[in-house]
């Protein structure tokens, strides 16, 4: 899940810089920017955030139908979102090489909604995980549990590492998109593709060691 957080930090810095400021896996930064645009603020879009709100939302909804019966921990609909999730971003990343997304485009709005439709799947599957504090796609919520729980504030400090690493994560996949970007049109496939192949590998590592769990009890 730390691993997927880094990859959302790539997504919404390749989406933010490159898709017209627009963010594919934190909706409350995409609500926040339709308010002031809706509010006739200078040169905010309105599409993008709209497409990105509506695709994560079906992702999420998606994601929620096919994990509802799952049991509890890392199955193998586990793997196959989160694998879904990768594919998805790769294939939208070699698309988005071959013709570059413009803003305010047909294209860009679908990469962008498709984009969205992906990080909605892995929101919901690593919610239905329930790794404490880290929910891959937003840090809010960590940074109120690292100060609300610190030490400071009376509290024992628990998981104060694993919070911090997830803000950490972020901030260092969000830096890493910006980097991608420079590279020039094809940086913003590139990030995608990047996020892709790292969330391929969280699954197959993830799969890998349930069936080695499984093993182990037989």
Do not use: C
Not at 54 to 66: K, P, Q
Not at 119 to 135: P, W
Not at 184 to 208: D, Q, W
């Amino acid at each position: 899940m730390l691993a997927l957080t880094f990859t959302t930090g790539i997504i919404d810095a390749v989406g933010y810089l490159g898709l017209d400021r627009v963010f594919t896996a934190n909706m409350t930064g995409n609500v926040v920017i339709l308010g002031m645009a809706l509010a006739g603020a200078d040169d905010l879009p309105v599409a993008g955030p709209l497409v990105a709100l509506a695709g994560f939302m079906l992702g999420a909804a998606i994601g929620g139908r096919v994990l509802r019966r799952a049991a509890q921990g890392w199955t193998h609909l586990s793997t196959t979102t989160f694998g879904t999730t990768g594919v998805l971003a790769v294939l939208l990343g070699v698309a988005s090489i071959v013709a570059h997304p413009e803003e305010g485009t047909v294209w860009g709005l679908a990469v962008t909604t498709l984009l969205a439709v992906a990080m909605g799947l892995q929101a919901a599957a690593a919610r239905r995980l329930a790794v404490k504090d880290v929910t891959t796609v937003v840090v809010t919520s960590t940074l109120t549990g690292l100060a609300a729980d610190s030490r400071l504030a009376g509290g024992t400090g628990d998981s104060w590492a694993r919070r911090l690493l997830a803000v950490v994560l972020i901030l260092a996949g969000a830096g890493v998109g910006a980097l991608l970007l420079r590279v020039g049109e094809a940086g913003v496939g590139v990030g995608m593709i990047v996020a892709g192949a790292l969330a391929l590998v969280v699954a197959v590592i993830g799969h890998a060691r349930r069936e080695r769990e499984a093993a182990a009890t037989v």
